[in-house]
C-alpha cells in the first residue's frame, strides 16, 4: 500500500479559498475513492480542516507531500500555483510524480 498525495488546483482565480475547496472537492474525491478502493493511503488537501489562509493550507500541504511515497496530479495541476510548488517539492525530495490516471 503507498501513500499518495492528491495534487490539483483548489485555488484558482482568485475566489475566496472556501468557495474553491467546495469546487474541486468534488473531482479530488473522485479521484481518492478510485485510488482508496485500489488499497492506497490516500492524502487528499480537500479533506483537511479548514485554514485561515492559501499559506496555511499549503503548509500543511508540503508535510503531506513530504509523507507521501507519490505525488498524483490532477488535470489542470499546471495552472495552480500551489500544485506547482507541491510538484516542486515532491520532485527535490526524489517522490515520484505521476498524473493521476496512471496510478493504479
Known amino acids: 500500500m503507498s501513500t499518495i498525495y492528491l495534487s490539483g488546483p483548489i485555488s484558482l482565480g482568485g475566489k475566496a479559498i472556501d468557495e474553491e475547496i467546495r469546487r474541486f472537492s468534488a473531482v479530488f474525491a473522485e479521484h481518492a ?12 488537501p480537500c479533506e483537511v ?9 499549503m503548509r500543511h500541504g ?7 511515497d ?3 496530479v490532477l488535470p489542470r495541476w499546471e495552472e495552480s500555483r500551489g500544485a506547482r ?16 490516471g ?3
Open 33 to 44: 475513492a478510485r485510488l482508496r478502493a485500489a488499497g492506497h493511503n490516500v492524502l487528499n
Open 49 to 57: 480542516p479548514p485554514e485561515p489562509s492559501w499559506e496555511a493550507y
Open 62 to 68: 508540503m508535510r503531506a507531500v513530504a509523507a507521501a
Open 70 to 72: 507519490l505525488v498524483a
Open 85 to 100: 510548488l507541491e510538484v516542486f517539492v515532491a520532485r527535490e525530495l526524489r517522490i515520484p510524480v505521476l498524473y493521476v
Open 102 to 104: 496512471d496510478v493504479a
